[in-house]
């Protein structure tokens, strides 16, 4: 075998070895895309305070509350900014459990920009998280609810900071 077609052989193995391993994979494959407008968002709490100060929508960036499931395999996909000095805060939870009032929360605090896949089986009762395409977290689920997706910020009961700050866009909600 001349030195061309034993190169050609090694490249094929490794990419075939890669692919086993699904590095790089897109957390979305085998996903169809929600259609996500207007009427998908409830707007919530302070209810005391204007709608054009609680909800925006500019640039591409939401102040997003959540789209309701029950069933099915669900993802929230979104990049997030959690800006430097902003610690201790959730950026990110599936609100409503069977047990108690939260599937998950999240915490980011690099002051970098993320990608950020939360995929909820609810039938098989399993999270998983991929940050940057990277698997970094898997867990059975708190049992069936009325679930829904949240992102933003919010305080966590110790060790916060009192000057919070998220920032979301190309948010997609995804169903399998």
């Known amino acids: 075998m001349n030195n061309s077609c034993t190169f050609l052989l090694v490249i094929l193995v490794l990419v075939g070895s890669l692919e086993m391993f699904n590095f790089c994979a897109n957390p979305t494959n085998g996903f169809t895309l929600v259609p996500l407008t207007e009427s998908n968002f409830e707007l919530q709490k302070p209810y005391d305070i204007p ?3 609680r909800y925006s929508f500019v640039n591409g960036l939401h102040h997003l509350w959540g789209l ?3 069933s099915g395999v669900w993802q ?8 430097n000095g902003t610690f201790g805060a959730t950026v990110a939870q599936i609100h409503g459990a069977a047990h108690g009032a939260t599937t998950l929360i999240l915490r980011i605090y690099d002051g970098d920009w993320f990608r950020h896949n939360i995929i909820h089986d609810v039938d098989m ?3 998983t998280i991929f940050i940057d395409g990277v698997q970094n977290f898997q867990a059975k689920d708190k049992g069936p609810g009325d679930l829904y997706f949240k992102c933003g910020v919010y305080a966590a009961p110790t060790n916060i900071s009192y000057d919070m700050e998220s920032r979301w866009r190309d948010i997609k909600i995804n169903n399998h």
């Open 125 to 127: 009762g399993m999270v």
């Open 76 to 83: 929230f996909e979104g990049y997030g900014f959690v800006p």
């Open 68 to 70: 309701d499931y029950s």
């Open 51 to 53: 709608l054009d100060q």
